[in-house]
């Protein structure tokens, strides 16, 4: 398949920053913060829908995945910087924010940071953070001993993302796991193609990125201070982020709508890319 043009640009210390653009380019603007593992190719599928409805996706790879540089800063507002240098050099003074999956808390935390860069924010199957343990109760087995290996184990944890020794077959004999809208993702040829670029990209450097955003969840953010409208989606299928999780965000955010996609998965926006459109659609 095409894949979008990569842009890279450098920040203050000379790291570099690298990022696509999916949609319309005279669209308004979305800036995306991908999941863990993830890459600036996560939501190609987004880019057919997001074009007809006039949406410029900006989607950068975070620090440590794709071909942006690690930085030194730690904690979800490692993010802030890239973001911020990526804003001022596309000369955008807000945008709404995507947070995907375990880039949510990402997506939130520059929401508090930079609440006049940060115009609404979208989450789709987002994590977040200081999520209680009873929310979690319906999370795959396999994903709860990921982030636990990635807080406690972190060297272990990139071995099962990376799939060396042990966990050479850990994904294949998990299948059966994963509800049936995300074993098509998995399985259909159309699909796989898409979601592929992401696969590969997200794991350029390694897994060491993916696991450092996993072992932070474990920590609070203060919701009760996110100033911006929240549009959530989630799949209640989901078992990688428990629907349980986002409708407890739901009642701690001040201004939060939460849509539930009966019977989604995880990765339902691959399926019905229209869901997020449509609530990146809606006026700020």
Request: proline residues 8%.
């Amino acid at each position: 398949m095409n894949l979008p043009e990569t842009h890279a640009v450098e920040d203050a210390a000379g790291r570099t920053i690298a990022w696509c653009e999916l949609g319309d380019p005279a669209g308004a603007p979305v800036l995306v913060a991908h999941g863990s593992p993830g890459s600036r190719y996560q939501l190609l599928a987004l880019d057919p829908a997001a074009r007809a409805a006039g949406i410029r996706i900006i989607a950068p790879d975070r620090p440590g995945f794709g071909i942006t540089e690690p930085n030194s800063a730690r904690g979800f507002h490692s993010w802030d910087p890239d973001a911020v240098a990526l804003l001022d050099h596309l000369g955008l003074a807000a945008v709404t924010v995507l947070g995907f999956s375990g880039g949510a808390g990402y997506a939130l935390a520059l929401a508090l940071a930079q609440p006049q860069r940060v115009s609404r924010l979208v989450l789709a199957c987002g994590m977040i953070p200081g999520a209680p343990r009873a929310a979690l109760r319906d999370r795959m087995p396999l994903i709860s001993a990921l982030y636990a290996m990635s807080r406690w184990l972190p060297a272990v944890a990139v071995a099962m993302l990376e799939g060396r020794g042990p966990f050479r077959n850990t994904r294949e004999a998990n299948y059966s796991a994963w509800p049936e809208p995300d074993q098509l993702v998995m399985t259909d040829p159309t699909l796989k193609d898409l979601t592929a670029p992401d696969g590969r990209e997200g794991m350029r450097q390694g897994a060491r990125a993916a696991v450092a955003d996993l072992g932070r969840y474990h920590r609070s953010i203060d919701l009760g201070s996110v100033s911006q409208r929240v549009d959530m989606l989630h799949g209640t299928a989901d078992v990688n982020v428990p629907i349980a999780v986002a409708r407890w965000a739901r009642d701690r955010l001040p201004h939060a709508r939460l849509e539930e996609v009966e019977g989604g998965g995880h990765y339902f926006a691959a399926i019905d890319p229209g869901l997020v459109i449509r609530a990146l659609s809606q006026p700020t």
